[in-house]
């Protein structure tokens, strides 16, 4: 009796390194899984873009952006997402502040607003700007009449773009607004400061990284966005392909090359948004 419980004290005393042998085996499982699958379906496709825009050699890949249409396609794309993260930060400021700040009637509307490009299809956008603005759309008439366009035309793209990037910037700082409270700016009135400068140096140093977050969110969005722009483009070579639908002409000409190389600008251009979002996730959470 008394030398079975020495070995049964011992069996309990190896019972802890079976439990760390089995949880370092079951992290490792699932990361493996995870790698597995970020190689099947990541990184797989975006080496497949960068090996055949270069199939033909570095001079053929270069070559490719020397091409009138392409340049038009690229100074488009950055010119919309230019023009659209700015105003998108100003509305997504706004409707933050307005929610997480006061009381309203309709405030759960307006939050519901927000949220609806996210849940609708970006083709059904595009739709909705071609139904306002088209030929035949409720507006057709009168802009034909003053001899002005907006589907076909950059003013078409530019809309669609920012109907379907406008909620990223409000998403991304409604709920800090509201997990940071209103003391601080009370305070701050209460001492005598004014509107403007208790947003400016009470609310805004608060939210600074949150707000950088959503504006690189939404300019990733604005840059790759398909569906949308593809409706109320009219894919004029030239003058109102952005670079995913250039992508899709040279690809449906069989122009591998040319189509790979727009690719592979994107994709660099994806990835130095990831690099900035990474700087601006570590540098907030450094500082908060």
């Keep these: 009796m008394g030398a079975a419980l020495p070995s049964a ?40 873009v960068f090996v055949m825009a270069l199939e033909r050699g570095l001079q053929a890949y270069l070559h490719s952006f020397a091409d009138p249409d392409t340049a038009a396609a690229v100074r488009l794309t950055l010119t919309t997402a230019l023009v659209v993260v700015p105003i998108n930060t100003l509305f997504g400021l706004a409707a933050a502040w307005a929610i997480a700040k006061f009381e309203f009637r309709g405030k759960s509307i307006l939050i519901t607003l927000i949220d609806l490009p996210l849940a609708i299809s970006p083709v059904i956008s595009g739709m909705i700007f071609v139904l306002l603005f088209g030929l035949h759309g409720w507006f057709g008439v ?33 709920p800090l607004m509201q997990q940071l409270g209103n003391d601080e700016e009370e305070a701050a009135i209460t001492l005598g400061a004014g509107g403007w400068m208790t947003f400016f140096h009470v609310t805004l140093p ?15 969005r604005a840059m790759g966005e398909f569906g949308a722009v593809s409706v109320v483009s009219g894919h004029i070579r030239g003058l109102t ?48």
């Design 241 to 288: 392909n952005t670079m995913p639908l250039h992508i899709e002409i040279l690809y449906n000409e069989y122009n591998f090359v040319g189509a790979f190389a727009v690719a592979s600008l994107l994709t660099l251009l994806a990835a130095l948004t990831l690099v900035v979002k990474t700087l601006v996730e570590r540098t907030g959470y450094r500082r908060r």
């Design 9 to 48: 004290l011992a069996g309990d005393a190896t019972r802890p390194g079976q439990h760390t042998w089995l949880h370092s085996l079951v992290r490792w499982l699932f990361i493996a899984v995870s790698l597995t699958f970020l190689a099947a379906v990541l990184l797989a496709p975006l080496a497949t």
């Design 142 to 174: 009168w802009l034909r009449e003053h001899d002005l366009s907006i589907i076909f035309a950059l003013p078409g793209i530019m809309l669609a773009t920012m109907f379907v990037t406008f909620p990223y910037v409000a998403r991304e700082l409604i």
């Design 206 to 220: 608060k939210i600074r990284w949150g707000l950088l977050y959503g504006m690189v969110l939404c300019n990733a």
